[in-house]
C-alpha cells in the first residue's frame, strides 16, 4: 500500500491503532476522508487509495486552549519573582524591548506579528491542530492562518480606568464584527484580561457583550496569591503595582469583591474560559460544575509549575464535575508550545488521574471549551480531518493512553483538514 497522501481528495488512512476519542480503542484501524472531513472509520469503508501509516496510534490533532502567541519570541521563561506581580513587571518591560526592537521601518505591531508566526509554527510542529489565543493587537485576524490551525481569536481587554470603558467596549465589538465568512477555520471572542487589570464595569460590559455577540468570552481567574488579596481588601503587591504604573483606581475594583462575581458576569456568555483558577473556593468550583453545559477551566500546567510549589487541586476540581481542559499559556512562563508535553506534565504531577481523562483534556475538552465540539476534538463522520500520529511498539489497547502519556512519547505527523502540513516518517 502506498504509504501516505500527498493532496487532497478522498483517501483513506490505515494505522495499528486508532484512537478516536468518541469510542473505544481499536487495533488496525481505518479511517476515510474526503475533502478535508472524516466520512466513515472501519475496515469495511475504506476507499481506496489506503495509505499505511505503520505502527503509530492515530488519534485527534491537540486542541491548546490558552495561548499568547506573542511571547513566542522569547527563548526562556521571564523568571517567576518573589511575587506574581513582579513577573507582570518582567512582561511589560519584555513588551517594551520586543516593540523597541521594531523602531524605524516597519509597523509598531511588526515585531509581535513576527513572534506569533514562530508561535504559530511551532504550534503546528507540536500536534497542536487548534488554538484558543489571546491577541493584544486591534486587527490582527490576518497573522493567522485557519488552513493550518484552527484559531479562536480573542481580543484582550484592559483597562482599570473608568472614564476609558467606553474606548474599549469599542475595540472589542469592532473586533466581534469582524467578518470571517471567507476563513472558515477562524472565529472570534472576548478576553477581559483579570480582575486586577480590567474595571468591574467594563469586564460586565464585556459579558454581556459576547452575549449578545454569541461569542466566547475568556478570564484569567484566581491566578495567584496576589491576586486574591486585592480582591479582598485592595491592597498587597497588585495594588503597590499598579500604582508604580499609574494604573491603579479606586473605583475600579468593588471593595471586598470575589471571583464568585466574576463567574457569574462571564456565565452569561454562550461559551466562557477560566484561565488558571488556581486558588479559587470549592463553592466556585461548584458554581462553575453546575455551569458545564457552557463554563470551562483551563489548566496550564507548566505555567502553574513555574509559579508554585504546592500541587494544583486537579483531583478536586474533577471531582465537583468542572470541565478541565489544557492550554501552554505562553513562552513567558513555558519552555515550549507543546501540548503533548503538557499532558505529559499531568500524568507525571497527578498519577491518580487516569490517563485517558488527561487525552480527554487536551482533545474533546478543549475543544468544547471553546464551543468548537462539532468541528474537532474527536474523530468522527462529519468531523475535519485534523489528526495526529504517534510512534508506538505493538502492545495493548488498554495502555494507549498510558503510553501517550509517558515520557518520550513523541507526536510524528500533523494532518489538518486533510493535508499533511507534518508528513509521518516513512515506514
Not at 495561548?67 to 517567576?80: K, M, V
Not at 476540581?317 to 503538557?342: F, K, M, Q, W, Y
Not at 506534565?345 to 485517558?356: C, G, L
Amino acid at each position: 500500500m502506498p504509504k501516505q497522501p500527498l493532496s487532497p481528495g478522498t483517501f483513506t488512512l490505515r494505522a495499528r491503532y486508532l484512537l478516536t476519542m468518541q469510542e473505544a480503542p481499536s487495533e488496525d484501524g481505518y479511517i476515510t476522508i474526503a475533502d478535508g472531513q472524516i466520512v466513515a472509520i472501519g475496515k469495511n469503508h475504506q476507499v481506496e487509495p489506503v495509505f499505511d501509516l505503520g505502527d503509530v496510534i492515530l488519534m485527534p490533532g491537540l486542541v491548546n486552549a490558552h495561548t499568547h502567541l506573542e511571547f513566542s519570541d522569547l527563548a526562556n521563561p521571564l523568571p517567576a519573582g518573589d511575587t506574581f506581580p513582579e513577573w507582570i513587571l518582567a512582561v511589560i518591560a519584555s513588551r517594551r524591548r520586543q516593540r523597541a526592537a521594531m523602531e524605524g521601518p516597519g509597523s509598531p505591531e511588526a515585531s509581535a506579528q513576527v513572534a506569533v508566526a514562530h508561535g504559530l509554527a511551532e504550534s503546528i510542529r507540536s500536534g497542536v491542530t487548534t488554538i484558543g489565543e489571546i491577541s493584544t493587537v486591534p486587527g490582527s485576524h490576518h497573522w493567522y492562518q485557519p488552513a493550518e490551525i484552527q484559531t479562536v481569536l480573542f481580543q484582550e481587554i484592559l483597562g482599570l480606568s473608568g472614564e476609558d470603558i467606553p474606548r474599549h467596549v469599542k475595540t472589542a465589538g469592532e473586533h466581534v464584527e469582524t467578518s470571517t465568512a471567507d476563513d472558515e477555520g477562524l472565529s472570534l471572542g472576548i478576553s477581559p484580561h483579570a480582575p486586577y487589570s480590567v474595571h468591574y464595569n467594563l469586564f460586565e460590559q464585556l459579558c454581556q457583550l459576547a452575549a449578545k455577540a454569541r461569542v466566547p468570552c475568556a478570564l484569567h481567574l484566581g491566578e495567584s496569591p496576589a491576586e486574591m488579596e486585592l480582591l479582598r481588601s485592595g491592597s498587597g503587591p497588585f495594588r503597590e503595582m499598579l500604582e508604580l504604573l499609574g494604573a491603579w483606581s479606586d473605583s475600579a475594583i468593588p471593595r471586598g469583591i470575589g471571583p464568585m462575581a466574576y463567574l457569574q458576569q462571564i456565565s452569561q456568555a454562550p461559551c466562557s474560559l477560566i484561565i488558571h483558577g488556581n486558588f479559587l473556593s470549592e463553592l466556585e468550583y461548584q458554581f462553575m460544575a453546575e455551569q458545564v453545559d457552557r463554563m470551562s477551566l483551563v489548566y496550564c500546567p507548566r505555567t502553574y509549575h513555574h509559579f508554585h510549589d504546592r500541587p494544583y487541586p486537579l483531583q478536586a476540581i474533577l471531582d465537583h464535575g468542572v470541565r478541565v481542559a489544557l492550554g501552554t499559556d505562553s513562552r513567558a512562563s513555558n519552555p515550549d508550545l507543546g501540548l503533548l508535553a503538557e499532558m505529559q506534565h499531568v500524568a507525571h504531577m497527578h498519577p491518580e488521574t487516569d490517563p485517558s481523562l488527561i487525552l480527554e483534556m487536551g482533545t474533546r475538552q478543549g475543544a468544547r471549551a471553546l464551543g468548537l465540539e462539532q468541528t474537532c476534538g474527536s474523530l468522527v463522520p462529519g468531523k475535519q480531518a485534523d489528526l495526529v500520529t504517534i510512534a508506538c511498539e505493538p502492545g495493548r489497547l488498554a495502555d494507549l493512553a498510558s503510553v501517550i502519556t509517558a515520557p518520550g512519547a513523541t507526536i510524528e505527523g500533523v494532518m489538518r483538514a486533510g493535508q499533511w502540513l507534518v508528513a509521518p516518517s516513512s515506514r
